[in-house]
């Protein structure tokens, strides 16, 4: 029904930058970045509705990751800045039917299968 497909993840030295990238098929209502490092939960980073654009970010990574989306092409994005080690996981990118922005795994429908980031000390 829809499909999610990520991509963009490498390794990266602390302090670098990488810029993630969703490509999605049908449509959904609100989207986001979670991520998954060895031995611990999913986790939220970021979400956006996509109607009107709003964005909602995890304490954690606010004022170093911008998320955003195109339109266009249907695809939703997560620039990351100022990397850090802690940084370091497979990323998924995920989507929910609804208008409401959540920051918990429960309550997204669809997922990609994940591009692993990695952040060098």
């Known amino acids: 029904q829809v499909q999610l497909v990520e991509s963009g993840g490498g390794l990266v030295q602390a302090g670098g930058s990488l810029r993630l990238s969703c490509a999605a098929s049908?449509?959904?209502?609100?989207m986001g970045w979670f991520r998954q490092a060895p031995g611990k939960e999913r986790e939220f980073v970021a979400a956006?509705?996509?109607?009107?654009?709003?964005?909602y970010y995890a304490d954690s990574v606010k004022g170093r990751f911008i998320i955003s989306r195109d339109r266009a092409k249907n695809s939703l994005h997560l620039q990351m800045n100022s990397l850090k080690p802690e940084d370091t996981a497979v990323y998924y990118c995920?989507?929910?039917?609804?208008?409401?922005?959540?920051?918990?795994?429960?309550?997204?429908?669809?997922w990609g299968q994940g591009t692993q980031v990695t952040v060098s000390s």
């Open positions: 995920a989507a929910r039917r609804g208008y409401a922005i959540y920051d918990s795994v429960s309550h997204y429908d669809y």
């Open positions: 049908g449509r959904s209502d609100t």
């Open positions: 956006l509705r996509w109607l009107d654009g709003t964005t």
